[in-house]
């Protein structure tokens, strides 16, 4: 899989967000959403698998489910994912990513009315419209200096 660009898309009154057609058909039916930082990652449920044993798995390092530390990490970024049919129109309901006993997740996101859907590769994010134009500025300045060594 391989996401690329960034969209703007609307959230529906009942929190629901069209993926963009490329993305439909590179992540399939199933999704895994994620409330990570101040967005939402989107995976496929093998990405998703990926990205969370990619946190314990680099150099000699490993998961060791008899540390206390990496057992949190786990169940802190398993518990908060998602996993969710995209419907037949192609949207992913963001509504489900909220926690019952948190409620309000979504607004303290930024994740209402117009969000950007973002291509990273091997997943999406879903982005406050405002945080995005923010990174996009950042981006923007230190480009070429990061492109070309400068």
Same mark, same amino acid.
């Not at 994620?34 to 998961?63: I, K, N, Q, W």
């Given at each position: 899989? @391989?996401?690329?660009?960034?969209?703007?898309?609307?959230? $529906?009154? /009942?929190?629901?967000?069209?993926?963009?057609?490329? #993305?439909?058909?590179?992540?399939?039916?199933?999704?895994?959403?994620?409330?990570?930082? $101040?967005?939402?990652?989107?995976?496929?449920?093998?990405?998703?698998?990926?990205?969370?044993?990619?946190? #314990?798995?680099?150099?000699?390092?490993? @998961? =060791?489910?008899?540390?206390?530390? =990496?057992?949190?990490? /786990?169940?802190?970024?398993?518990?908060?994912?998602?996993?969710?049919?995209? =419907?037949?129109?192609?949207?992913?309901?963001?509504?489900?990513?909220? $926690?019952? $006993?948190?409620?309000?997740?979504?607004?303290?996101?930024?994740?209402?009315?117009?969000? /950007?859907?973002?291509?990273?590769?091997?997943?999406?994010?879903?982005?406050?419209?405002?945080k995005w134009k923010a990174e996009r500025?950042?981006?923007?300045?230190?480009?070429?200096?990061?492109? #070309?060594?400068?």
């Amino acid at each position: 899989m @391989y996401l690329t660009g960034s969209y703007s898309m609307s959230v $529906d009154p /009942k929190g629901r967000v069209t993926l963009p057609a490329d #993305f439909r058909r590179e992540v399939g039916e199933t999704v895994v959403l994620a409330p990570l930082g $101040d967005r939402v990652f989107g995976f496929t449920p093998e990405g998703f698998r990926a990205y969370v044993d990619g946190m #314990f798995e680099h150099g000699d390092r490993h @998961y =060791d489910p008899r540390s206390l530390e =990496d057992a949190q990490l /786990k169940r802190d970024l398993t518990s908060a994912a998602t996993t969710l049919s995209v =419907d037949k129109a192609g949207r992913v309901a963001l509504g489900k990513v909220e $926690d019952e $006993d948190e409620p309000g997740l979504l607004e303290d996101l930024g994740l209402v009315g117009t969000v /950007k859907v973002v291509g990273v590769e091997d997943h999406f994010e879903i982005v406050n419209v405002e945080k995005w134009k923010a990174e996009r500025r950042r981006m923007r300045e230190s480009f070429n200096a990061r492109l #070309f060594n400068r």
